[in-house]
């Protein structure tokens, strides 16, 4: 079975501070971790993949196979990160794509 | 064309009727899938279908029937539909990769009303 993990179902700070949202994992095979955003009144869309290895928006996150976590940060906040953010999982074959529970980012002015 | 089209937007229906939700994608994609979401909950994986076949069905009632009549066109067809069906139903599609690594591309959903 395949779990994913969002301690959080909201977040608040404030514009330039840092954030972290956080995401663990459960999945005996080798998983597939996503970050997909959904910002007000926008289609569900993906953020960045851990394959990538990439920054998208500011954001960055790792993969963390000893504590099976998947943690997205951003240094410095902006108000227009204000959204509602998924961890997701899939396993190897790609096709059952699992999410978490969701944390609601609002960053203020 | 890189979105995933989803009619209607809005669909309220009796317990009684028969209704379609329709998807349709001009991205050359293999895989599609419906997916449910309840009010302040993720979405949860129904369906999906794989080179028109389907490939996972995650033990959904009966009342939901997929359709896949060309790699382009998802249908979910309803019938006898309970209240607690209600909500909003995502559509979504990808490349068939190998591995887990696919980006899924969502639409806007249709949001179901069963009174």
């Known amino acids: 079975a395949q779990r994913v993990t969002q301690p959080e179902k909201l977040l608040s700070v404030f514009k330039g501070a840092p954030v972290e949202l956080k995401c663990n994992y459960s999945?005996?095979?080798?998983?597939?971790l996503f970050w997909y955003v959904q910002y007000s009144r926008q289609r569900l869309q993906l953020l960045l993949r851990?394959?990538s290895r990439e920054s998208i928006k500011g954001f960055t996150a790792d993969l963390n196979k000893g504590e099976t976590s998947f943690h997205l940060k951003k240094p410095f906040a902006q108000e227009e990160d204000s959204a509602m953010y998924y961890c997701?999982?899939?396993?190897?074959?790609?096709?059952?794509?699992?999410f978490g529970e969701g944390t609601q980012l609002t960053v203020n002015p | 064309d890189t979105e995933v089209t989803q009619t209607p937007k809005h669909l309220v229906m009796g317990m009684t009727n028969k209704k379609s939700l329709k998807c349709e994608q001009h991205?050359?994609?293999?895989?599609m899938y419906w997916y449910k979401q309840k009010a302040k909950k993720p979405p949860e994986l129904m369906f999906v279908?794989?080179?028109?076949?389907?490939?996972i069905n995650e033990s959904v009632p009966s009342r939901f029937s997929p359709e896949c009549p060309n790699s382009s066109l998802l249908n979910l067809h309803l019938h006898a539909l309970q209240p607690e069906d209600s909500a909003l139903y995502l559509c979504?599609?990808?490349?068939?990769?190998?591995?887990?690594?696919?980006?899924?591309?969502f639409g806007e959903g249709s949001r179901l009303t069963v009174l």
């Open positions: 979504a599609s990808s490349q068939v990769l190998a591995g887990g690594n696919r980006e899924l591309f």
């Open positions: 999945y005996s095979g080798s998983p597939e």
């Open positions: 851990h394959i």
């Open positions: 997701a999982l899939s396993g190897e074959s790609g096709s059952r794509l699992t």
């Open positions: 991205m050359g994609h293999r895989a």
């Open positions: 279908y794989s080179y028109e076949k389907l490939s």
